[in-house]
C-alpha cells in the first residue's frame, strides 16, 4: 500500500490548487480525480479581485495568466429604472479594490481545472484521471480506495483533503453536517460563443420583467451568461430549442448591448441550478480537511466559489505547513476565519438575490428605489465592498440584522 503524507479527493479547482503548493514545499500528495476529461459543468469562470489577490499569494496567478485568463476592467448595472447610456456612463472601475489588481479575472472552468491540474503534477505531486473514490476511511490511520483503470487500489497518508465538491463523500465519511437555506430562484448558465461586439473588457448585470442576467465576457468572442428566474417557472427552459430560448431572454429595452449576446450562439450545455447558500461550522474531523464547496458554498449569484475556494487552500496550506500538527485543533482558526467569511457572504448574497432576483411588482418597486436611495446614501451599496474587495474589508456594522433591514427597506426597519 503506497503512503503519502496528503491524499487529496477532488482535482477540480481546490484540490490540484492546495497539490500544487503542498507538492512545492516538497510534502508527498496523491491527487485523485474522478473525470478523465474536464467537460463544460457550468462552474465558475469568473475570479473576484479579493480570489486574484488569494491566487497571487499561492504563487498561482501567473499559471492562470499563461493558460489565457484575461482581466475585466469595467463594470455595468443596468435597469428598468436608469437609461442604457446613463449605466454605461456610470460604469464601475473594477481596478479600485486592491492597486496592483486591475479587476477580477475570467477562465474557462474546465481548462483553469487542467491547468492546475498540470501545475500539480509539475510540482511533483502524484496525480490520477480516472481515479474514482469509492471508500475513505479517517481517524488516526487515514486511507482511500480508488478505482481508476489499473483496478482498486487503497493508499495511506496522514490527511485526507475533501475537495470533491458539493456532493462530498469526504464530508459524509468525516460527519459534517451541510446546512442550506431554502432555495431563493432558478439559476442557469451557457457559454455563449460568436457575440461579437461585446467589449471582452466589460462585465454586465441588470434586470427586466421577469428575468436577471449576468454577462462574463472571456474573449474571442465568447461570454458566459447567467439568467436568473423565479422558482415556480422550472421548465421555463427545457426542450430541445431551451437554449434558444434562453439566449432570446437577453433582448432587453434596458441593455441594448445585449443584442450581442442574443446574435450568439450556444458553446455548452445550459444547466440550471437552484441557487441558494450552504455552510458547514467544523469544515474538519480527525485525519480529513474540506476545502471549496465540500465545505460549503454561498449563492452562486455573487459568483464567489473560486475565490473562497483559493482562500481556504491558502489558510490550509498554511497550517499543513506551519507544523506537523494536523490535528483537529490546528484547523479551529481556519474553521472560525470560515464561518464569518461565510455569514458576511451569506448577507450579501441573500441582499442581492432579493433586489435583483424577485420579479413581482413589490419587488421591481424595491429595486427602483434602491437605485435612488443607494445613489443619495453610498452605505447602502457598502455590502459590496465585501463581494469584490473581500468579506473583511466591510465593516462588521455592515452585517446586522438592522442594517440588513435598512438595506432592504423592510418595515421597521431603521431610518
Ligand atoms: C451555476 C454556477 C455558477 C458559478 N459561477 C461562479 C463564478 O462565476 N465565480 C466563482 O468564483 N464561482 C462560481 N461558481 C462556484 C464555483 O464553480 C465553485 O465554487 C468551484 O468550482 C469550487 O471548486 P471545488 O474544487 O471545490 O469543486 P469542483 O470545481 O466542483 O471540483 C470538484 C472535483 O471533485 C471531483 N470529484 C468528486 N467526487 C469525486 C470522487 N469520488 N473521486 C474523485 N474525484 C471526485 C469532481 O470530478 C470535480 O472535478 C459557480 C457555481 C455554479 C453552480
Not at 186 to 198: Q, Y
Not at 280 to 297: H, K, N, R, S
Not at 349 to 367: H, N, V
Not at 385 to 409: H, K, Q, S, Y
Request: with cysteine; proline share 6%.
Amino acid at each position: 500500500m503506497s503512503t503519502y503524507d496528503v491524499i487529496v479527493v477532488g482535482g477540480g479547482i481546490g484540490g490540484p490548487a492546495l497539490a500544487t503548493v503542498l507538492a512545492r514545499a516538497k510534502l508527498s500528495v496523491l491527487l485523485l480525480e474522478q473525470s478523465e476529461v474536464y467537460a463544460d459543468r457550468v462552474r465558475g469562470e469568473w475570479i473576484a479581485p479579493w480570489g486574484v489577490a488569494e491566487t497571487k499569494r499561492l504563487d498561482i496567478y501567473k499559471t492562470l495568466l499563461a493558460a489565457g485568463a484575461h482581466h475585466l476592467t469595467r463594470h455595468v448595472t443596468y435597469g428598468e429604472s436608469v437609461r442604457p447610456k446613463d449605466a454605461e456612463a456610470h460604469a464601475l472601475n473594477m481596478g479600485i479594490f486592491f492597486p496592483e489588481i486591475a479587476g477580477p479575472l475570467t477562465i474557462g472552468h474546465p481548462k483553469h481545472c487542467q491547468t492546475l491540474f498540470d501545475a500539480a503534477l509539475a510540482a511533483g505531486a502524484d496525480g490520477r484521471r480516472g481515479a474514482n473514490v469509492t471508500e475513505v476511511t479517517l481517524g488516526a490511520e487515514p486511507s482511500v480506495t480508488f478505482i481508476d483503470h489499473n483496478g482498486p487500489q487503497t493508499a495511506r497518508a496522514r490527511l485526507v483533503v475533501g475537495a470533491d465538491g458539493r456532493t462530498s463523500t469526504v464530508r459524509e465519511v468525516a460527519r459534517v453536517e451541510l446546512h442550506q437555506d431554502p432555495p431563493h430562484h432558478w439559476f442557469a448558465g451557457l457559454l455563449v460563443e460568436g457575440a461579437e461586439g461585446w467589449d471582452a473588457d466589460v462585465q454586465a448585470i441588470g434586470t427586466e420583467g421577469d428575468f436577471s442576467y449576468l454577462a462574463f465576457p472571456q474573449g474571442g468572442g465568447r461570454v458566459r451568461v447567467y439568467g436568473g428566474y423565479a422558482l415556480d417557472q422550472a421548465r421555463r427552459f427545457k426542450g430541445p430549442d431551451g437554449a434558444r430560448r434562453f439566449l432570446d431572454s437577453f433582448a432587453m429595452e434596458c441593455a441594448p448591448a445585449n443584442q450581442a449576446l442574443v446574435a450568439g450562439r450556444p458553446a455548452g450545455p445550459l444547466l440550471s441550478y437552484i441557487n441558494a447558500d450552504s455552510w458547514t461550522d467544523e469544515p474538519y474531523a480527525q485525519g480529513a480537511v474540506l476545502v471549496g464547496d465540500a465545505a460549503g458554498w454561498n449563492d452562486p449569484i455573487l459568483g464567489l466559489g473560486l475565490s473562497i475556494t483559493y482562500r481556504d487552500v491558502r489558510i490550509v496550506s498554511d497550517i499543513l505547513l506551519a507544523s506537523r500538527d494536523w490535528s483537529p485543533q490546528a484547523f479551529r482558526p481556519y474553521a472560525e476565519e470560515r464561518r464569518e467569511r461565510m455569514r458576511r457572504l451569506r448577507f450579501a448574497a441573500t441582499i442581492q438575490a432579493r433586489l435583483d432576483m424577485e420579479f413581482d411588482p413589490a419587488a421591481r418597486r424595491r429595486r427602483e428605489r434602491h437605485h435612488e436611495r443607494s445613489a443619495a446614501d453610498p452605505s447602502l451599496s457598502a455590502y459590496g465592498v465585501a463581494i469584490m474587495g473581500g468579506p473583511e474589508r466591510a465593516p462588521a456594522e455592515v452585517f446586522t440584522d438592522a442594517n440588513f433591514a435598512r438595506i432592504l427597506d423592510l418595515e421597521g426597519a431603521p431610518r
